[in-house]
């Protein structure tokens, strides 16, 4: 069956750089039609979609955050990687990758979440 | 790139229906057939409710149905169960540009 699971810091300073890794199994990121993405909850706030990241290497941004986000995949490891840069307050959430079929287009399966705190 | 609206809350009773609706613009839920609504239970990741507008993955009750008319999504839990009672939003393809929004959410309170 198909698992995702995030992992990184829970806590970061603000102006750095937030790396959050995806690592999954029960699919392939390198099979055709398949997209992983984040999508982050600030707490008691709603959904904000935030990148995907597409089997043949599209990658899709939410235009506002675009120049902050990089969205990765390895596929070797089964891991797809976004980087924040230069994190703000504002950018405490629980963050959530999850698994997409384009045949489908909705999020299909999700990992557990995991919070960041951005604080000094 | 703003989110679609959703109104706050809704409520009934067990055994009644409720309809939440979902309102976006001709760029994004007016614009395509990718409308999809998810669940979310407190503490816990979204679940997938209904993708495409109007279908249901495998293993959601068929008490959940989407549909879609102009700019407005709408998303009808009927015979509400207790379990039932949760946070739910939509999403929809908002072209190659946002690619995709989230709506405001609504909570639904089975009374």
């Known amino acids: 069956q198909i698992t995702l699971k995030e992992s990184g810091p829970t806590l970061v300073k603000p102006t750095q750089t937030l790396t959050l890794t995806c690592t999954f199994s029960?699919?392939?990121?390198?099979?055709?039609?398949?997209?992983v993405g984040w999508i982050r909850q600030p707490p008691g706030k709603a959904l904000e979609w935030l990148a995907l990241i597409y089997w043949d290497d599209d990658k899709r941004y939410r235009p506002s955050l675009k120049s902050r986000l990089t969205i990765t995949k390895d596929t070797s490891k089964n891991q797809v990687v976004l980087t924040m840069t230069n994190m703000d307050p504002v950018d405490t959430a629980t963050y959530y990758c999850a698994h997409r079929r384009v045949v489908d287009w909705g999020f299909d399966y999700w990992g557990q979440g995991t919070l960041v705190t951005v604080s000094s | 790139q703003s989110a679609l609206t959703q109104p706050p809350s809704a409520s009934g009773s067990p055994g009644q229906s409720v309809t939440i609706s979902c309102t976006g613009t001709?760029?994004?839920?007016?614009?395509?057939?990718?409308v999809s609504w998810y669940q979310q239970h407190p503490g816990k990741a979204p679940k997938l409710m209904i993708h495409e507008v109007s279908k249901r993955p495998s293993g959601v009750p068929d008490r959940f149905s989407g549909s879609k008319s102009g700019n407005t999504a709408s998303l009808t839990v009927s015979g509400l169960q207790a379990e039932d009672e949760a946070d739910y939003y939509c999403?929809?393809?908002?072209?190659?540009?946002?690619?995709?929004?989230f709506g405001t959410g609504t909570k639904v309170t089975v009374l």
């Open positions: 029960g699919f392939s990121v390198s099979s055709s039609g398949v997209g």
């Open positions: 001709s760029s994004d839920v007016g614009g395509y057939n990718y």
């Open positions: 999403s929809s393809y908002a072209g190659s540009n946002n690619f995709e929004v």
